[in-house]
């Protein structure tokens, strides 16, 4: 039975608010950068293949630290590491602002990564330790909808500060946004008693026995498996969205933009929608919730590639796809994070959802070049998404068939998975 349980039956919304604002300043800076690269090719001369290296850096260094930044967080608290994740983004970016090059730009980007990395795994962290686990996969979806806000500044204030007055100064602009989030961070955020007496002690046993603990759960890794559905998906829409507007739909980039930040928009619901719908309709079927998912995602992937991009559309139903895109893929965080925060015991919380980051960030590093690197070669994006919507279906299958003996699991906090 997991110890520490949070008792309280009411949500601290001022907590998780404040939460969601370290979100939104660290993907207002990502997005924002995503939703510029039009205009990052032009001056760099870069193809589309190039261009989705950018998500390949930044999420590299995250891959390469995610177990360790969730043991980070066990120790230091969520609070820190939401300091520290927030502040190392936007000092980060701010220096992309002055980047001669898009090597040095992509250099910048791999180091970024490190911040990032601590900013899930520390909100997690927060989340898990004062929400009762009726409520987890819903407050995990607000503090996740600070992502799609800051998604939507992102996509929209970028490109029109791009276009008014160059993409170094809206660069320069929103990292230092982040730093001033940070003050907030700083002031504002209040951790609950149980996390501070914890935070600073030492964990009895070694990261290696914790790691082969854990990867000895058979449903934690299908979970896990599950989640670089979530990294493909999330990390190749929001890196070629913007440049598949802009050159297979005919959009200006600021309208490319737009589809972008109606992408979030679908998030912004999408995070505590289903969420609520996962703790209330499912009554904390996690398993059945992320397989509902990963049926729409990859339904609504193909028809990007098998009908938005070969035919002529009128724009309007293209932003409902973009929209409809949004409300699916953007649902899995909420819901991935939840099934694993409550897989494992308390003490093993950063651990697992380091692992579970893993996963979902090697497919960031692999899947967006390919997936542009596709688009280079055919011409279009209309294979790209076809075949992640093939592999999204797969996955989600091959996680049904193989997890159906934990096809009765329910939150219930006297739950172990072996």
């Not at 660290?26 to 998500?55: C, K, T, W």
């Not at 300091?83 to 090597?103: C, D, M, N, Y």
């Not at 009762?132 to 490109?159: D, H, M, V, W, Y």
């Amino acid at each position: 039975m997991k110890k520490n349980q949070p008792t309280p039956q009411s949500i601290n919304w001022a907590v998780l608010l404040i939460m969601a604002s370290a979100y939104m300043a660290v993907v207002l800076n990502m997005q924002g950068i995503q939703s510029i690269m039009p205009h990052i090719r032009d001056e760099f001369l870069i193809s589309r293949a190039q261009a989705g290296l950018y998500a390949t850096f930044y999420f590299a260094s995250a891959t390469l630290v995610a177990i360790y930044s969730g043991r980070i967080v066990d120790f230091l608290g969520s609070k820190a590491g939401l300091i520290i994740g927030v502040g190392s983004v936007g000092g980060l970016i701010i220096f992309q602002s002055l980047s001669p090059s898009f090597i040095i730009i992509l250099t910048l980007a791999f180091f970024a990564g490190f911040g990032f990395s601590i900013v899930t795994p520390a909100a997690s962290k927060g989340v898990l330790n004062i929400v009762p686990k009726e409520k987890r996969a819903f407050s995990l979806g607000i503090t996740q909808s600070g992502a799609g806000i800051g998604g939507i500044l992102g996509a929209l204030l970028l490109p029109f500060l791009a276009e008014l007055l160059g993409w170094r100064t809206g660069l320069l602009i929103s990292g230092t946004f982040a730093l001033f989030m940070c003050i907030f961070l700083f002031r504002f955020y209040q951790v609950s008693e149980s996390e501070n007496n914890s935070n600073g002690k030492e964990k009895s046993s070694t990261l290696k026995e914790d790691l082969n603990y854990l990867l000895n759960q058979k449903y934690l890794i299908w979970i896990c498996v599950m989640g670089s559905v979530f990294g493909m998906s999330i990390s190749s829409v929001t890196a070629h969205l913007p440049i598949f507007l802009d050159e297979d739909i005919g959009f200006s980039t600021f309208i490319a933009g737009v589809g972008l930040a109606i992408f979030q928009i679908g998030g912004v619901i999408a995070h505590p929608g289903w969420g609520w719908f996962s703790d209330s309709v499912l009554k904390g079927e996690r398993r059945v919730g992320l397989i509902i998912i990963g049926i729409l995602v990859s339904l609504i992937t193909l028809l990007m590639g098998g009908v938005i991009t070969p035919f002529d559309v009128h724009p309007v139903i293209v932003m409902v796809v973009a929209f409809c895109l949004g409300l699916t893929i953007l649902g899995l965080p909420s819901l991935y994070l939840s099934a694993i925060g409550e897989t494992v015991e308390d003490e093993y919380v950063g651990t697992a959802t380091g692992i579970a980051l893993t996963f979902v960030r090697i497919a960031n590093v692999i899947f967006p070049p390919v997936f542009g690197l596709l688009a280079d070669i055919t011409g279009d994006y209309s294979i790209s998404w076809i075949i992640l919507g093939i592999i999204i279906l797969l996955i989600t299958l091959c996680f049904y068939w193989f997890t159906r003996e934990f096809a009765s699991y329910k939150v219930n906090p006297n739950y172990r998975a072996m």
